[in-house]
C-alpha cells in the first residue's frame, strides 16, 4: 500500500529554536497533504492543509508565521516550527492524499520543546 | 457546531466482542472513518463507510446509519494488541474531516 514517511520521529529543542518536520509521499504524487497536531487525549486537531505549489491554507487560530508550511514538490512538505515554545510540545502528524478518498497518514513526530 | 461523540474509555476481555459508538453532527455528510491509533503513533485506516449498513472486515466491522447519525465499530475475537485508541472521523459536505477524541479500548486478559 502507499507509504507515507514523515521525519524525525522524535525531536528534542531548546525554546527559542526552529524545528522542521518533512513528510513524505513515497510510491505517489501528492498534491494535498494535511498536517495535524494532538494532545494527550484530545482528537487530531487539523493545523493546516498543505498545496503543492501555492501557500498552504491554515484552521483558524493557527499562526500561519509560527508553523512554516512549504509543499515544494509532489511528494514533499514540510513543516517549520519557528522559535518554539513548550508550549507548542506536541505530536505532529502529516497526511497526504493520494485520491479524494484516500489519504494516509505518516508516523507522527513527538516534538519537546525544553 | 460540528462535532463527533464517542466514548472517552472502554475495557473488554481477551477474545470478547466490544462495540464503539460514534454519534455525530456535521454540515452534511460523505462518509465516515474509523482509525486505530496505538499510543505514540499515527493512526492506521480501518475502515470506511458512506451507505447505511454493516460492513465486515475479517474480525472488525463497522456500521452506519446516516439518518441517525449514528455509527458503531465492532471487534471480535479481541486480541491483546486490540489495545489502542479507535477514532471516528465523519467527512463533511466541504470535505473536511471532522475528528472525534478517540475511545481508549483496553483489553484485559
Known amino acids: 500500500g502507499a507509504v507515507v514517511s514523515q521525519h524525525p520521529s522524535r525531536v528534542i529543542c531548546k525554546s527559542g529554536t526552529s524545528v522542521k518536520i518533512e513528510c513524505r509521499s513515497l510510491d505517489f504524487q501528492a498534491t494535498t497533504m494535511f498536517w495535524y497536531r494532538q494532545f494527550p487525549k484530545k482528537s487530531l486537531m487539523l493545523m493546516a492543509t498543505s498545496n503543492e505549489g501555492s501557500k498552504a491554507t491554515y484552521e483558524q487560530g493557527v499562526e500561519k508565521d509560527k508553523f512554516l508550511i512549504n509543499h515544494a514538490s509532489l511528494t514533499l512538505s514540510t513543516l517549520t516550527v519557528t522559535s518554539a515554545h513548550p508550549e507548542d510540545s506536541s505530536f505532529y502528524i502529516c497526511?497526504?492524499?493520494?485520491?479524494?478518498?484516500?489519504?494516509?497518514f505518516g508516523q507522527g513526530t513527538r516534538l519537546t520543546v525544553v | 457546531g460540528q462535532n463527533i461523540d464517542q466514548p472517552t474509555e472502554m475495557t473488554a476481555t481477551e477474545g470478547a466482542i466490544v462495540q464503539i459508538n460514534c454519534t455525530y453532527q456535521t454540515s452534511g455528510f460523505n462518509g465516515l472513518f474509523w482509525y486505530q491509533q496505538h499510543a505514540g503513533e499515527a493512526p492506521t485506516f480501518l475502515s470506511y463507510n458512506v451507505l447505511d449498513g454493516l460492513e465486515e472486515k475479517g474480525r472488525f466491522s463497522s456500521f452506519l446509519s446516516r439518518s441517525k447519525g449514528y455509527s458503531y465499530l465492532l471487534l471480535k475475537e479481541l486480541q491483546m494488541k486490540d489495545s489502542a485508541s479507535y477514532l471516528c472521523a465523519v467527512k463533511n459536505s466541504n470535505y473536511q474531516l471532522i475528528w472525534g477524541a478517540g475511545t481508549k479500548l483496553i483489553i484485559k486478559p
Open positions: 497526511s497526504a492524499r493520494e485520491t479524494e478518498l484516500k489519504a494516509f
